[in-house]
């Protein structure tokens, strides 16, 4: 078993050396001018503060900090002088539930989460639905289950927004 464990070590080991084809990425030069780098989560909270303006509403976003959706909350933070509200609660039910809050108050209300952030939210979400206020509920997806492609890949994030169920 020892022979095999090694054979099987030097095997991924080596095996680049039996690839007869590389890729190299050629540099790109820039034209001079003026870029932005903005990322999905960034670009989701500007919209935010921007549909809240144009409502005339209040920003409030209840959320607790969860990878990969936490830099919304981040961001959120940084702009208190544009009337906006965010709270980081004890956990994803409180987080849904003061943005509820805040919908009711008359706050165009937000939470944000990702996967298993949706499973403990879905409760709340439907205190939302019944009681007919309005709420942004921002479903961040991973690549794959647990933290995501360290384990393995799969849409279970999708499915559970998609029919609130767990796993493939």
Known sequence: ?????????????NTHASVDHTYK?????????????????????????????????????????ITPATDILHELSKHKSLGVTTVQCEDEISGCATAIGASFAGALAATSTSGPGVCLKSEAMNLAVITELPLVVINVQRGGPSTGLPTKSEQTDLLQALFGRNGE
């Open 1 to 13: 078993n020892i022979k095999v464990i090694h054979a099987g070590y030097d095997y991924g080991h």
């Open 25 to 65: 990425v050629e540099t790109k030069s820039k034209v001079p001018g003026k870029y932005m780098d903005i990322s999905g989560n960034k670009a989701t909270a500007y919209g935010l503060i921007a549909a809240a303006e144009k409502a005339g509403l209040r920003l409030f976003l209840g959320s607790y900090p």
